[in-house]
């Protein structure tokens, strides 16, 4: 059975995060030392607003307000490292005092305003991700 479910592509979010002054929050993974945005798998039982809610929570420390768009659907096979997955992303309104509560996933946050986002490119396909979020498409890619 594992072999059959692992076969499969494992959904997950990205969040753009915007708090109520237009800083958008970005988090720094631990495992490549990369910028990146707040999200993460979509847990067995669980919807996609409360994954979204959840990992928001656990890597920010914020909380959800509302959620304003979607971006895109992206699922390319090569888009994580680590597994097939298919990334839901969405724009959010947030609020709240920001405080890493998973420190094995994250070692540094931080809210930047738009137009001085980090120079580096970002983890997985979240540059992409960002890039049509400006651009204000919704993309499935």
């Keep these: 059975m594992l072999g059959i479910i692992f076969r499969h592509p494992i959904p997950g979010t990205s969040i753009i995060p915007i708090l109520p002054d237009g800083r958008i929050v970005l988090i720094r993974r631990r495992d490549n030392g990369r910028w990146a945005l707040p999200g ?40 994580d490292p680590r597994i097939h997955s298919i990334c839901i992303v969405v724009e959010a309104e947030v ?19 738009v137009n001085c986002l980090p ?23």
């Design 95 to 113: 609020q709240g005092t920001m405080e890493i509560q998973d420190t094995l996933e994250v070692m540094e946050i931080q809210a930047f305003p």
């Design 119 to 141: 120079p580096e490119q970002l983890s997985h396909d979240h540059s992409q991700q960002l890039q049509d979020y400006f651009k204000g498409l919704t993309t499935l890619a």
């Design 40 to 79: 993460g798998m979509v847990d067995w039982g669980e919807d996609v607003k409360s994954a979204i809610q959840r990992e928001l929570k656990e890597e920010t420390g914020l909380d959800l307000v509302n959620i304003r768009r979607l971006v895109g659907v992206y699922s390319a096979p090569d888009r």
